[in-house]
């Protein structure tokens, strides 16, 4: 209640203030106000949004072709350059748990079969988060099965990675 009963007073004094003013000051003094409103509203909406969807139309690509890239299934006759062999009998999981060891990430490893294991990456940039992804998609010759990722959305931040990776026995 009290705050009420100071803005009906600020408010009349407000409106005879404007009424004091002449025609000319009234529309002049609209002008600004309308100007100032436009630049608000550029500076503190559209720019950034703007800057926003320039920084995505250049990553979305990348991060596309790097995803679908990670989903191609593996050809037969991959060149043993871009693959390691892995050890006869070994798991998946196994095999997953020492890559990520000697490339020093921790992530959580959940073995759904021995030929699938759902892994969930730490909060990294996504970028890094793919990049890891692909070597070791590489290196034990899975595929994608399942991929999800959650972010903030703001650029260059921390991504949370699910993955389902699957191999042929």
């Given at each position: 209640m009290r705050i009420e009963g100071r803005i009906v007073p600020i408010e009349r004094k407000s409106w005879s203030w404007w009424r004091e003013r002449s025609?000319?000051?009234?529309?002049?003094?609209?002008?600004?106000?309308?100007?100032?409103?436009?630049?608000?509203?550029?500076?503190?909406?559209?720019?950034?949004?703007?800057?926003?969807?320039?920084?995505?139309?250049?990553?979305?690509?990348?991060?596309?072709?790097?995803?679908?890239?990670?989903?191609?299934?593996?050809?037969?006759?991959?060149?043993?350059a871009g693959a390691v062999a892995r050890p006869s009998g070994e798991d998946l999981r196994s095999a997953l748990y020492g890559l990520l060891a000697e490339i020093q990430v921790s992530a959580e490893l959940r073995a759904l079969s021995p030929t699938r294991v759902e892994m969930r990456l730490p909060e990294m940039p996504m970028k890094d988060a793919l990049e890891t992804l692909d070597a070791l998609r590489q290196r034990t010759g899975a595929r994608v099965a399942v991929f999800s990722a959650r972010s903030d959305g703001s650029a260059g931040a921390n991504a949370r990675v699910v993955v389902e990776l699957e191999r042929n026995p």
């Open positions: 025609e000319r000051e009234r529309r002049i003094l609209a002008l600004w106000l309308a100007a100032v409103a436009l630049l608000a509203l550029w500076f503190g909406v559209c720019a950034p949004l703007f800057q926003r969807i320039n920084a995505l139309e250049k990553r979305v690509p990348e991060l596309e072709m790097l995803l679908n890239r990670m989903r191609a299934q593996p050809t037969a006759g991959k060149s043993a």
